[in-house]
DNA sequence: TAGATTGTTAATCGATTAACAATC
DNA sequence: TAGATTGTTAATCGATTAACAATC
């Protein structure tokens, strides 16, 4: 039951080992070294062996790993393996292209959509229709709803997030530009674009001056 | 000339400095310590002045830091202080929500945006008319062009960051779930949503597990 | 068996935190 | 001046890399 605390670090690098697994499947690669993985992913071996043996030895000494067996593991690491269902707070621009997104591979699916504007109301996105926050009570008590997605203007951020708390949501996928304050049994993951953009241009301003590769990996 | 090289973990603290400190000139806030800041932003304040100092002093013994002041300076290192010009390739939902987006606070300004789809041809987003990919070389060639924003799919991304490091863009924000291929000259900001969301689903499925607060700042 | 490559321990490196002298 | 708080150095902590014995 109780796991090992495994670093955040580890953590946000599993997405993309699973999506170079992906690639290698797709071309019909059956086996690969630690050593091969990480000229391609541009990182150490002994990373990438540390990184799994956090979860168990999924290789074989002389061989190395089995791609899809590999794969899947990671997946089942990821908590991909069985569906979780989404709704979305928010029906503008951002909220809208979420909606459209296939976050299927991911194994998550949108079952709601929410806004305020009266004039968004019924309208559909991907067949679901956009319903009124104020409906959102009842939904939540009638469905199963695994991730909020925040996807409202920055004042009702912080507002939203506490009634989703309340109706007991433990998981908010948060782009609005803004620290939400919940307890720390709810699971919050920022996506700012802002922010990124801002990294972006300080790169932009000081280039040639950077230690590291401009090309950043993941969210960071 | 040649800056000080300052890790990648520093400058991706700064956006959320900065937005702190909005918040604080917006409540007409005028000094704050670095000891006040690191109980809102939950960090250290050790970590807070190792942050600054990197850039040099802000502040003064016994006072703490004037807001105004400190706001600005972040803003410039970070580049937001004069306008850099934006293009957007790919016009689908996410490429139009971007669009939309009000990215002047962070001084990026969208000029132009562009598509495959003839569909597409002659619609305006937030006045701007969607162009045929074709026309992008024409384009770059003729206006100052800092930073090109992908919205592909997948397999248009490497192609088109290609496209794009050939036309002299040295700027790419890439939300394509590849690793773009491009010379180190260029900058890349990747944002992995998927990615994003599968760390979310790992934390969902390990809750109680994790030695830090579910809540992830930046895009970690 | 010999060669290859893992799993894992030890060494290194970098980032965070603590402490405190400098100074407003 | 006395109190507060920075700037900065030193100590700690964690993450990455290197090395190698185990083993397929």
């Not at 697994?21 to 391609?40: A, T, Y």
């Not at 799994?52 to 290789?59: K, P, S």
């Not at 959102?136 to 708390?165: C, G, Y």
Request: charged share 25%; with cysteine; glycine share 8%.
């Amino acid at each position: 039951m109780s796991e090992r605390v495994i670093s955040p670090a580890v953590i946000k690098r599993l997405p993309r080992y699973y999506r170079y697994l992906g690639e290698l499947i797709e071309n019909e690669v059956v086996r690969i070294s630690s050593k091969e993985l990480s000229i391609k992913m541009k990182v150490t071996a002994s990373q990438i062996r540390q990184d799994l043996n956090n979860f168990g030895g999924f290789g074989q000494q002389g061989y190395g790993y089995n791609v899809q067996y590999l794969y899947d593991e990671i997946g089942k690491i990821l908590g991909l393996d069985n569906q979780q269902n989404m709704i979305i707070i928010g029906a503008g621009n951002l909220g809208q292209a979420l909606a459209n997104y296939d976050f299927s591979r991911v194994g998550f699916k949108v079952i709601g959509i929410f806004d305020a504007n009266p004039r968004l109301e019924g309208l559909a996105v991907r067949g679901i229709e956009i319903q009124m926050v104020d409906e959102l009570e009842e939904f939540v008590k009638s469905h199963s709803v695994d991730v909020a997605t925040l996807t409202v203007p920055k004042k009702n951020a912080r507002p939203i997030a506490s009634k989703l708390e309340e109706l007991g949501i433990r998981a908010i996928w948060n782009f609005a530009p803004t620290d939400l304050k919940v307890s720390d049994d709810v699971c919050v993951k920022n996506v700012h674009l802002d922010e990124s953009l801002m990294t972006l241009s300080y790169n932009l301003r000081h280039r040639g001056n950077e230690k590291y590769s401009y090309n950043s990996y993941m969210n960071d």
